[in-house]
């Protein structure tokens, strides 16, 4: 089975796959597989724009999990959407010295459920468990991951409304 791993920037993926792995899941970082599918570098935003259809094209479906903010591009079997309260993940954004321009995009991706719905277009809803990381510790999500992937946890998405922060400065 093939579980992806999602979220705006920010959310945790990275602190989760890492507690994932360390817990003995087999743990594919996204990024380490997108450089041949790289078209441009976006130098203001400081991001690199992927061939997403080639690349989820020509991914290797494999048992584990796949970690990386395009992972609900790719061929899952289930896909977890972690999320963040956007105020919150303004403060964890910050520290990584991005342009006020892209903490302020991934802000507002953040609150208008952007990741979400994009998984939504690629895969059934009774395949993705949304996570609201805001408060919980990195071992209470991965227990929550671990429980979904194990069948005990049902579906969960969409109750999860951040509109309420779209005004504060996004």
């Not at 360390?22 to 594919?28: K, L, N, Q, T």
């Not at 094209?57 to 956007?86: N, Q």
């Not at 408060?135 to 998405?157: K, T």
Request: net charge negative; with cysteine; aromatic share 6%.
């Amino acid at each position: 089975m093939m579980v992806g791993i999602t979220g705006t920037p920010g959310t945790g993926k990275t602190s989760v796959a890492a507690e994932l792995e360390r817990r003995g899941h087999r743990v594919v970082h996204l990024t380490d597989t997108v450089r041949p599918y790289i078209i441009e570098e976006d130098r203001c935003r400081q991001t690199l724009v992927v061939d997403i259809d080639r690349w989820a094209a020509e991914f290797e479906p494999l048992d584990g999990i796949v970690e990386g903010h395009l992972a609900h591009y790719l061929p899952c079997d289930r896909v977890v959407v972690l999320r963040c309260r956007p105020d919150v993940l303004r403060q964890r954004l910050a520290p990584r010295n991005y342009p006020s321009e892209k903490i302020r995009e991934n802000v507002e991706a953040e609150a208008l459920d952007v990741i979400l719905v994009e998984t939504l277009e690629e895969h059934p809803g009774e395949h993705i468990f949304e996570v609201d990381t805001t408060a919980l510790s990195v071992g209470e999500c991965v227990d929550l991951i671990e429980q979904f992937i194990r069948g005990e946890l049902p579906s969960s998405y969409g109750s999860i409304d951040w509109t309420d922060y779209l005004d504060l400065n996004t």
